[in-house]
């Protein structure tokens, strides 16, 4: 029996190496970019930043950021409103298939939240709200560091029930 254990222990430490070879470090990549956002609320532009990590090659995680640029000005009941994206942030999963070296399709999923502000003449209010993302998108790599990153991701919110559909256009950058 003791004979036993001392070969199980010999072959562990001469299959640890290899065991070890296997397991890679995690990639990491940036994105900057523009997004259009449209909901029931409104059209609203934001720029969007990116920072994820992928475990292996079809399975990561991203966190992002944006912060609103554009704002939309409608009217209701002959008083003028403008509706503000303040910011979003989020975290997702995701989960890639590269086609080539050079292009790669993803889905991702995740939870975020967005702040809108509305102001007309002498009223202002503000609301965040929590939403369950999901989303595809495409990444192409010109030189494989130095690419460009399109998406679509629906925003499901969980208090009224509102949605948005988030275009958006990236520079993308492994590191």
């Known amino acids: 029996m003791r004979n036993i254990l001392i070969a199980a222990a010999a072959v562990s430490a ?19 970019g523009y ?17 994820g990590a ?7 995680v991203e966190g992002e950021v944006s912060v609103g640029v554009k704002n939309d000005n409608f009217t209701v009941a002959g008083t003028d409103v403008r509706l503000k994206h303040r910011y979003d942030a989020a975290v997702y999963g995701v989960a890639t298939l590269p086609v080539t070296p050079q292009f790669e399709v993803f889905g991702r999923v995740g939870y975020g939240t967005t702040e809108l502000e509305a102001r007309a003449p002498g009223v ?8 369950f993302n999901y989303g595809a998108g495409a990444n192409y790599f010109f030189d494989g560091q130095n690419g460009v ?19 958006s256009v990236n520079y993308v950058r492994r590191f």
């Open 14 to 32: 001469i299959a640890a190496p290899a065991m070890a070879q296997s397991v890679q470090s995690p990639t990491y990549y940036g994105a900057l």
């Open 35 to 51: 997004s259009q956002l449209d909901g029931s609320q409104g059209d609203l532009g934001a720029v969007t930043g990116r920072l």
């Open 54 to 60: 992928k475990f292996t090659p079809n399975l990561g």
């Open 124 to 131: 202002s209010a503000r609301e965040d709200g929590d939403s």
């Open 149 to 167: 990153r399109g998406d679509w991701t629906r925003r499901d919110f969980r208090s009224g029930g509102g949605e948005a559909d988030i275009y």
